[in-house]
C-alpha cells in the first residue's frame, strides 16, 4: 500500500509491526478493552522493539528513524488497539518529545535512555479542570523558594496518567502574564506530594488510563525545569503540533480497521440469497469508506514530511489531525451500517472502532480548534 511513498527502510518497520500487532495485540485487544485493562506486557514489548522511541536519535537509545516511520507505527498499531496506539502516542510525542526538543543535556541523559526504551511511561499533563481549549489558562502554580520549585493544583485528563514514571507537566509561574507566564517541570511519579486522583471511566479506548494528578506542596529540584522560565505555553503547542500527527495516525488506523471488518463482512453475510456486498448501497459505503481513508492519509503523509523536511507543519498537522479524525468517524459508523444489527454488539469489533474514533475529535485540540488554527493561518498569511 502506497508503496511508491515509502522507503524500503519504512516499509520493513511497518511489516514488523504489523506482525507484532497481529500476533501479540489484535488477541488481547478487545478483552484488555472490555476490562479497561492497561497492556502492560505488549508496551514492555514495544519497547524491546524500539517502538517506544522510533524517532529518536540512536545516542539517547532511539531507533533513529524518522517521523514518518514512526506514524506508520501508530496506524498500525492502532488498526489493532487504538489504546495501545494512544499510549505509544502519548509518550513518545507528547512526553519524550519536549524533553529531547527543550530538555537540557542532564535531562536527556537522565529520561531518555530510559523512556526510548520503554522502561519508563511518559506522560503528558496540560489540561485542567478550568483550562482545557483553552489550554493557557493553568491555575497549577509553581512557585521558587529558594532554590526549590513548589507545585501546587491539579491536572486532569492525563494519558497514561495511572501507570506513568515521568510526567511533562505545566504550572503558571507569573499568574499575570497567562499564557506567557507558563513554565513546563519533568516531574518522576514518585515524588512525594504528587498523586493520581480521579481515574476515569471512558467510552472509548479504555485499555489507555486517563487520571487526574494532585500536586500537593510537590517539591522539585531547580534542574526539574523544563525549557526556559515562562515559555512553558510555546513548549506545549509546539509539542501538540507533533503529538495531532500522532492522533491522525491513531485515527487512520481505526478507520482502516473499520474499512477492512466492513469489506470482510459484506462478503460473508448473504441477504435475500446472495452477499450483502452485490447490493449498490454496500458497495457505495466501501467505496466512500476506503475513498475517505486514503484521502487522509496522504494529507497525514504530507504533513509529516513537512516534519521530516523541517518546514513549518503546524497548520497540515492540524489539517491532518482534523480531516482523519472525521474519516475514523465516518468509516467506524459506516462499518456498523454494513453489520447491520450485528454492528451494535460486542460480537464485532467495529462498535469499538466507533467509541475509539470519536475521542479523536477531541482531544489534543477539538475539531473546533484545529478549525480555528487553519483558517487563522490563512486570514493572517493568506
Ligand atoms: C481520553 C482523554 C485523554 C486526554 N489526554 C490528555 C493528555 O494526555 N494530556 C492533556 O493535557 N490533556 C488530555 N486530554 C484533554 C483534552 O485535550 C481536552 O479534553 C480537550 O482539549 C478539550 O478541552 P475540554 O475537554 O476542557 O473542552 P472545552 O474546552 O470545555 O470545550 C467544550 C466545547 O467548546 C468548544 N470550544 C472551546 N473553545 C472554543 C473556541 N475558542 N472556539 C470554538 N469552539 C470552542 C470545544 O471545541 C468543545 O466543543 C484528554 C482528554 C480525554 C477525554
Request: proline share 2%; aromatic share 10%.
Amino acid at each position: 500500500m502506497f508503496d511508491l511513498l515509502l522507503t524500503d527502510e519504512q516499509k520493513m518497520l511497518q511489516q514488523m509491526v504489523h506482525d507484532f500487532a497481529v500476533n501479540e495485540i489484535e488477541p488481547v485487544a478487545s478483552e484488555n478493552e472490555r476490562n479497561h485493562k492497561f497492556p502492560r506486557e505488549i508496551i514492555e514489548k514495544a519497547g524491546e522493539l524500539g517502538l517506544m522511541g522510533i524517532a529518536y536519535p540512536v545516542e539517547y537509545g532511539g531507533s533513529g528513524m524518522d517521523y514518518v516511520s514512526y506514524m506508520l507505527a501508530i496506524e498500525e498499531i492502532s488498526r489493532y488497539c487504538a489504546s495501545t496506539g494512544v499510549i505509544i502516542s502519548a509518550h513518545s510525542s507528547l512526553t519524550c518529545d519536549p524533553i529531547y526538543r527543550f530538555g537540557t543535556e542532564e535531562q536527556k541523559q537522565k529520561y531518555l535512555p530510559d523512556m526510548l526504551s520503554g522502561k519508563k511511561i511518559g506522560a503528558f499533563s496540560l489540561t485542567e479542570s478550568g483550562a482545557g481549549s483553552d489550554a493557557g489558562a493553568t491555575k497549577t502554580t509553581a512557585k521558587l523558594v529558594g532554590d526549590k520549585w513548589i507545585l501546587n493544583g491539579s491536572k486532569i485528563f492525563a494519558t497514561n496518567g495511572a501507570e506513568a514514571d515521568v510526567f511533562v507537566l505545566l504550572a503558571s509561574t507569573d499568574p499575570e502574564s497567562k499564557t506567557r507566564g507558563v513554565t513546563g517541570f519533568i516531574v518522576d511519579a514518585n515524588t512525594p506530594g504528587y498523586s493520581i486522583g480521579k481515574v476515569e471511566r471512558k467510552l472509548g479506548i479504555r485499555s489507555s488510563s486517563t487520571t487526574e494528578i494532585i500536586l500537593d506542596n510537590v517539591e522539585l529540584p531547580k534542574e526539574a525545569m523544563l525549557g526556559n522560565l515562562n515559555e512553558g505555553f510555546k513548549m506545549a503547542m509546539i509539542t501538540l503540533d507533533g503529538g495531532r500527527l500522532g492522533i491522525a495516525a491513531q485515527a487512520l488506523g481505526i478507520a482502516r480497521a473499520s474499512f477492512e471488518d466492513a469489506l470482510k463482512y459484506s462478503r460473508e453475510r448473504e441477504q435475500f440469497g446472495k452477499p450483502i456486498n452485490s447490493f449498490q448501497a454496500i458497495q457505495w459505503m466501501i467505496a466512500d469508506m476506503r475513498v475517505r481513508y486514503e484521502a487522509s492519509w496522504l494529507l497525514t503523509w504530507r504533513a509529516t514530511k513537512m516534519k521530516d523536511a523541517g518546514e513549518a507543519y503546524s497548520t497540515y498537522s492540524a489539517m491532518a489531525k482534523l480531516d482523519a479524525s472525521e474519516t475514523a468517524m465516518f468509516c467506524a459508523n459506516k462499518a456498523i451500517q454494513v453489520h447491520g444489527g450485528y454492528g451494535y454488539t460486542e460480537d464485532f469489533n467495529v462498535e469499538r472502532y466507533y467509541r475509539d474514533a470519536k475521542i479523536t475529535e477531541l482531544y489534543e485540540g477539538t475539531s473546533e480548534i484545529q478549525r480555528l488554527v487553519i483558517s487563522r493561518h490563512f486570514i493572517v498569511n493568506g
